[in-house]
């Protein structure tokens, strides 16, 4: 293979800080609201405790998927949208004046 080229991936784009700032704000209010922990969380949705964990801290910015964030949401009782359309005074539909 002398002389052979590699190909290199392109790296898929980060999330923007504010979608994970969302993302993360109403995963935790959820989690609140209901009451569960995030060991039984973490059961229920099949995505482990340390990525909840992860997901939950404000100084991570890595890679979020949206089939964890789907997996999360079905057990926590809410659409995977509600964790990631803008809130209202994000300029979302819901916002007034």
């Known amino acids: 293979?002398?002389?052979?080229?590699?190909?290199?991936?392109?790296?898929?784009?980060?999330?923007?800080?504010?979608?994970?700032?969302r993302v993360r704000k109403r995963l935790a209010d959820r989690i609140e609201l209901t009451g569960i922990s995030i060991s039984r969380l973490a059961?229920?949705?099949?995505?482990?405790?340390?990525?909840?964990?992860r997901l939950l801290r404000k100084d991570d910015e890595g890679d979020?998927?949206?089939?964890t964030l789907a997996n999360l949401a079905a057990v926590l009782l809410?659409?995977?949208h509600e964790l990631l359309d803008p809130l209202?005074?994000?300029g979302g539909q819901d916002a007034e004046g």
């Open 43 to 53: 059961s229920r949705s099949g995505v482990a405790k340390t990525t909840i964990y």
């Open 1 to 21: 293979m002398a002389g052979a080229i590699l190909a290199v991936m392109p790296q898929p784009p980060k999330p923007d800080a504010a979608i994970l700032a």
């Open 78 to 80: 809410i659409d995977v």
């Open 64 to 67: 979020v998927y949206l089939g």
């Open 88 to 90: 209202p005074d994000e």
